[in-house]
């Protein structure tokens, strides 16, 4: 899958979520609660990584990494979308400032 393609599905994913929020909440989620979202998924992936490498007791009853990783980077898509970021230029240039800066 390309980026595009990521971004369009993961933003018509967020808008699905949005109308369920609005149901349950009374609006959908702010940007901010988003991020925090993400946070929470971002540092379970840390623990399973944990418990991958075996410094972690066992979490089989929890989502896998793959799918916290992938949750991961559906979150860094719908809030690249929300605060209007062209995730696939912004990856560009931070890939290519890595490069520049390593070589």
Known sequence: ????ELSDRSGKIRTAYHKLESKQDGKPWSTEQDALAFLTDAGLVG???MDK?????DSSDE????YKIAESIWWLSSLANENQIDLEQALNDFLSSREAHLN
């Open 47 to 49: 623990r399973l990584v």
């Open 1 to 4: 899958m390309d980026i595009k």
């Open 63 to 66: 989502p896998t990494l793959n």
């Open 53 to 57: 490498q075996g410094s972690w007791p």
